[in-house]
Structure formats: C-alpha cells, structure tokens
C-alpha cells in the first residue's frame, strides 16, 4: 500500500545506506587528534570539482572498507574548504594523497590509485 511515511522512511533508509562510508571526512580540527589517534593513516587532500578526484572516489572507498580490517584509517580532506590545513601539508595538486605514521612522520604515497594496490 502507497503511503507518504513509507515513502519517506524507504527515502530515509536509501539515504542512509547511501552516506555510509568507511573514508573519514575531515577538518582542520578533527584532522590532528585523528593523526595522532591513529597510527597509519593514508590522506587523501581532493577538491571536488576535480575529475581525477572523482575516478579516484569509489576505489579509494573500496580500499578503506579492505584496509579498516588491518586497522588502517583513510581519509579525506577537501582541499576547497580547508585550504589552511591543505596548505599545511604543501598540497599544490589534486588528488595529493600521503601516509601519516603519526603526527611526525608524513610521506608521499606514490604507489598505484586502485583498490586492491
């Protein structure tokens, strides 16, 4: 039976199906305890309207639900809306993506942009 609630509630369920990720969305002020918290992490610093950022969203998903496993995090930074923090870590092209083994110790990730990489 056609009904507003179920419409809204099976509305309400894809949505929330849809926002669950396992990338962690961050911000200059959820990014350093984050870092700190966990001790590998894989950055990624994008900017939205980027089209290599967006060929690089669903692996990079896929990865982080793969990886959550081994208790490696990912991340994501949008560089439009956090250009301090992008600056910070001398992001100068999108998608720049490094490794963070602490606070310390930051290197470029250069290896391949696929999930199973």
């Not at 990014?31 to 610093?45: G, H, Q, R, S, T």
């Not at 900017?47 to 490696?72: F, N, Q, V």
């Not at 301090?84 to 250069?110: A, H, M, N, W």
Request: aromatic content about 12%; hydrophobic content about 40%.
């Amino acid at each position: 039976m056609f009904t507003f609630k179920n419409v809204a509630f099976g509305l309400l369920s894809a949505a929330a199906v849809a926002s669950a990720s396992d990338v962690h969305d961050l911000n200059k002020d959820t990014f350093p305890a984050f870092i700190k918290e966990n001790p590998l992490v894989l950055a990624e610093f994008f900017a939205p309207w980027c089209g290599h950022c967006k060929s690089l969203a669903p692996e990079y998903e896929e990865a982080a639900t793969t990886l959550k496993e081994k208790d490696i995090k990912l991340v994501k930074v949008d560089c439009t809306e956090q250009a301090d923090l992008c600056q910070s870590y001398g992001v100068e092209g999108y998608p720049t993506l490094k490794i963070f083994r602490g606070p310390d110790s930051v290197s470029p990730y250069q290896g391949p942009r696929k999930a199973e990489a």
